[in-house]
């Protein structure tokens, strides 16, 4: 009798943590497909298509500018208000954008999920990378932007911390990874957490120093509450790094980096446990 050669073979993990590299590098291909869907499907039927990526940044500094740099007279640290929101609000983007799509990974994916095997993981790793590319676009934004206020003479002055950019977006991508697989495990069972964590997003933003510096927060348990935010550090980073003026510290940025680390490591465990009753939960 012929034995059987298979080509694949599908295995139970060993880990609730664990996750086969190796396996999701050979879908990559298939992440190439969801990348390219995430980026046509949602502009599809727009006038402007791809152009949203540059309106959105562009109307929210003016909001920021009308509300608190004119009407609130927020302090911007003595730089040009449109370059410190622009800083401020591309990286929230990022953030928010990679935790709130992946957020519904199970519930939008469900039927394909239940037809065809794949590592599950390829479909938020997808979003992140989807969502990078809009990133990039909406950085060439603020590096024009940053270019014109450089050249009329603004207090802005770029430094060494700039060759962290790569890791500050890795930071980004991994908070809104985890949060966002986590988010995504816990609604297959109980969807309010959908509602639920869209509110607390909202509200997230301003606990975190985009509209308003750190300074501005006096010693004291509301700035340990700010610094307690994972997302402080980063962006507080990206502005020191890029106009000179903004709060950077080994430490803080030690601490996100954990936390993201941490965060990664239990919704991945999480996401495992879920993915295995996935059928029966749904």
């Known amino acids: 009798m012929e034995q059987q050669v298979w080509t694949m073979k599908i295995r139970p ?16 291909d298939l992440i190439e ?17 791809p152009l949203w990526y540059l309106i959105q940044p562009i109307l929210t500094v003016i909001m920021n500018m009308v509300v608190f740099g004119g009407i609130a007279k927020m302090s911007t ?27 519904n990974t199970f519930t939008a994916n ?30 060439g934004l603020f590096v024009a932007l940053y270019l014109y206020f450089f050249m009329a003479g603004a207090p802005i002055a770029p430094n060494w911390a700039i060759l962290l950019t790569p890791l500050l977006v890795m930071m980004l991508a991994g908070l809104g990874l985890g949060f966002g697989i986590l988010i995504s495990s ?21 606990a975190t120093p985009i509209v308003y510096p750190l300074s501005m927060v006096e010693e004291g348990t509301l700035r340990t509450l700010i610094m307690a935010n994972p997302m ?22 030690g601490y996100s980096f954990l ?3 941490v965060l990664l490591l239990f919704s991945v465990a999480i996401f495992n446990k879920v993915q295995r009753n996935f059928m029966d939960t749904v």
């Open 13 to 28: 993990h060993e880990k609730l943590w664990h996750i086969d590299f190796k396996e999701i590098w050979h879908y990559r």
């Open 33 to 49: 497909l969801f990348v390219r869907r995430n980026i046509v499907v949602q502009y599809k039927q727009t006038i402007l298509g």
């Open 77 to 103: 640290d003595g730089m040009p208000q449109a370059i410190f929101y622009m800083a401020g609000n591309i990286c929230w983007f990022y953030f928010s954008d990679c935790l709130n799509q992946t957020s």
């Open 110 to 139: 469900q039927n394909m999920f239940g037809k065809v095997y794949f590592p599950r993981m390829v479909v938020p790793i997808a979003v992140v990378i989807s969502n990078l590319l809009r990133f990039v676009i909406q950085v």
């Open 186 to 206: 816990l609604t297959t069972k109980y969807r309010d957490f959908t509602i639920l964590f869209t509110f607390v997003v909202q509200l997230w933003m301003y």
């Open 232 to 253: 402080t550090s980063i962006i507080e980073a990206f502005k020191y790094a890029t106009l000179g003026q903004g709060y950077f510290s080994w430490f803080a940025l």
């Open 259 to 261: 936390f993201m680390s």
